[in-house]
């Protein structure tokens, strides 16, 4: 299996991609350069795709601007390259390695995060997103609409108001729509949960079902139906300032908020998981958060390895 740096010059042309658009460090101007050089020919595409599928292929577990000197960059490379062991045909480890860090599958994305990355990007209209870690998303812009598709994770849209070119936020459920408003919408697993800031939200599911959601409150509804909105749920909008506030809510639902924020595997038992929780706690610091938790709950936080962390029912 012949190394990266053994590799033809289009699949050494996907790696440089792939490091600089995982590095944290590109611009909104470097995925467009990016999107143009994918799209130039089919062969590139091809490369594009041996590469991230290879390594999103790999077995692991899964439940989301200036330039560096040329010696920096090369010597970046070929770091990654040695200490990842990376080949076109990735192997298990190294992928997983790769994603703990930055979700690989979001690279082609318009608007992307890493692990515990929180970054907020400003649209042409003058709109903003506030993009959750491990998030991805595309946009659309035409001169009559403005849509943006959520993929992964959670995004806080702030609208610029437009009458005559309405902003929609696409899921998998449904769609949410606002001329001007500020609000947050989660794609989770087989539901949307949407909370309406300063501006009521219009919201259809996938089946025609309709509601106008109020300010300050949230709703959760899947592709057929409208769960009732209520004002606790809009503390799951904490995430915008690093912070999780929880109501009452289960462990598995703390743990599920913090994934995105640890570079590794985190996992809980089911007895365990049930626990109820109420308290604030820090995204940013998973760490001081689990340590928290275990001293407030009858819990055990075992690490593992620095990648796998376990949290299980303490024994009597």
Known sequence: MPPFSHASPLANQAIDWLLLLRSGRA???????????????????????????????????????????STTASYSRRRFLTRAGLTVLAGGATAYACNAVYPLQNLASDAATGTSERRR??????????????SSLDLSYTPYLRQLNLQSGAVTIEAATNESRPFLTKTAEGLIRSHGARYMV??????????????????????????????GMGIRFDALRLGEPSREMATRAAWEHGRIVARDVTLNEIVETLRPYYSGTLRVT??????????????????????????????????FTPWVTSIAVASA
Request: hydrophobic share 35%.
């Open 121 to 134: 990007y400003t649209l042409t209209d003058g709109s903003s997103l506030l993009l959750d870690a491990r």
């Open 270 to 303: 089911v007895a365990a998981g049930g626990l109820p929780v109420s308290g604030e706690y820090s995204l940013d610091d998973v760490s001081g958060t689990l340590r928290s938790l275990e001293q407030h709950l009858p819990i055990t936080v075992q690490r």
């Open 186 to 215: 989660r794609q989770q697993s087989h539901r949307t949960l949407v909370v309406a800031h300063d501006e009521p939200i219009e919201i259809q599911t996938r089946a025609g079902a309709h509601t106008v959601l109020q300010p």
């Open 27 to 69: 611009t909104q101007h470097d995925y467009a350069e990016f999107r143009a050089w994918r799209d130039a020919h089919p062969q590139h595409h091809q490369a594009w795709q041996n590469l991230t599928t290879s390594i999103d292929g790999a077995a692991f577990d899964q439940a989301d601007d200036s330039s560096r000197p």
